[in-house]
């Protein structure tokens, strides 16, 4: 019985500081909003990004399929420096050199940023995705009278699409993920929160947990949205 009002005051001491450390980063000085602004920062880079890496990307796998060799070329180095290069690295030369003497906000330089970054993974998803397409499919197109852009547009894409879906998924994912850098450019995300949090309150459990735990929740609820697309752009397959 002694044994095991000891264990029990030992869990209640430990439970009681837990909370103190929660109250102590979360609720003491409203430190959750810094979290909440965190999250809204992270979802808008991303999202601007995601949408800006899909033009790069695709216009960037054009060129490298293109048979002139000069538009090949810019596809090919294009590729070749953002791929060979650490994104981070990427972020501070376009902040604080390309666009240092442009007024924009933070988050719309560091989403053309990753923009920038991730056309480069997206062309090579696209170009693969083009690729695995029957060129039967390419001659039908033409033979019906089809230029070599309504062919691509029309034919190529609709089925390439659904080939490329799950890697172009996994490359938002991984997108949202590397956003976290952005606290080199002073933009306050959801890891900057978590840091910045940490160092007010010299707790590193808390704040690291909390922002694990929110990584966690925003990559499960894009899973479960991006396979219901998944789940619609396959329904014309015959698997089952």
Request: with cysteine.
């Amino acid at each position: 019985m002694f044994w095991l009002s000891v264990q029990q005051s030992g869990f209640h001491a430990w439970l009681e500081k837990i909370q103190d450390q929660f109250i102590r980063c979360f609720i003491e000085e409203d430190r959750y909003m810094l979290l909440v602004k965190g999250i809204g920062v992270t979802i808008k880079v991303s999202l601007v990004a995601l949408a800006l890496g899909l033009i790069i990307g695709f216009l960037i796998a054009l060129c490298n399929l293109s048979g002139k060799k000069p538009v090949k070329a810019i596809g090919r180095v294009y590729t070749d420096v953002i791929r060979g290069t650490p994104s981070v690295t990427q972020l501070m030369i376009i902040y604080f050199v390309v666009f240092a003497s442009i007024h924009w906000s933070k988050w719309l330089i560091a989403a053309i940023a990753f923009g920038i970054n991730s056309g480069a993974y997206v062309s090579e998803i696209i170009r693969a995705g083009i690729l695995s397409i029957d060129r039967g499919q390419t001659e039908a197109g033409r033979s019906l009278g089809l230029s070599a852009s309504q062919t691509m547009t029309r034919i190529i894409m609709p089925q390439a699409v659904k080939n490329i879906f799950p890697a172009l998924c996994n490359e938002f994912i991984v997108l949202i993920k590397e956003t976290a850098i952005v606290g080199y450019v002073g933009l306050m995300d959801i890891q900057k929160a978590g840091d910045f949090i940490k160092s007010a309150t010299f707790l590193p459990f808390m704040p690291l947990i909390a922002t694990a735990i929110i990584y966690y929740i925003l990559i499960k609820l894009l899973n479960f949205g991006l396979r219901k697309i998944e789940k619609a752009l396959r329904k014309s397959d015959l698997r089952r």
